[in-house]
C-alpha cells in the first residue's frame, strides 16, 4: 500500500451494507428468488436483521455461531436464532408441505 488510509474491513455490516460485488448480488438474487411460503413477511425479515445487527456474534455478514450469512437465515420461516438465548425465533409454516423444508 502507498500511503493514504489503509483498506478498512467492516465488522458490523450485513451484505446490504457492504459495497456491491459480483458475489453478494449473488446471494441477494437468490434470496429473492426462494418461495414466498417459504419466506417470513418483509416486517419480520427487517425485525430480525434489526436484532443481527446489535449483536455481537455478527461478523462481515455472517453469525460466528453457525456460520450463515445471517440475511440468508433470517428470510426463512423455519429458522431460528442459534444463540442459547435466540434474539429471534421460528415462524409456522403457512402450510404442512413446508415443514420438510
Ligand atoms: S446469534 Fe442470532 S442475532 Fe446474533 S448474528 Fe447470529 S443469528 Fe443474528
Redesign the pocket.
Known amino acids: 500500500m502507498t500511503g493514504g488510509e489503509p483498506k478498512r474491513f467492516c465488522r458490523k455490516c450485513l451484505l446490504s451494507d457492504m459495497p456491491e460485488d459480483e458475489y453478494f448480488r449473488d446471494l441477494r438474487s437468490y434470496i429473492e428468488r426462494i418461495d414466498e411460503a417459504l419466506k417470513v413477511p418483509s416486517d419480520i425479515y427487517e425485525s430480525r436483521l434489526a436484532?443481527?445487527r446489535e449483536?455481537e456474534?455478527?461478523i462481515s455478514g455472517m453469525?460466528r455461531?453457525?456460520g450463515c450469512f445471517?440475511e440468508l437465515?433470517a428470510v426463512m420461516r423455519k429458522n431460528s436464532?442459534?444463540?442459547v438465548h435466540p434474539?429471534w425465533e421460528k415462524e409456522p409454516a403457512v402450510t404442512a408441505w413446508q415443514e420438510d423444508y
Open positions: 436484532k443481527c449483536c456474534q455478527l453469525c455461531i453457525c445471517v437465515r436464532c442459534p444463540a434474539m
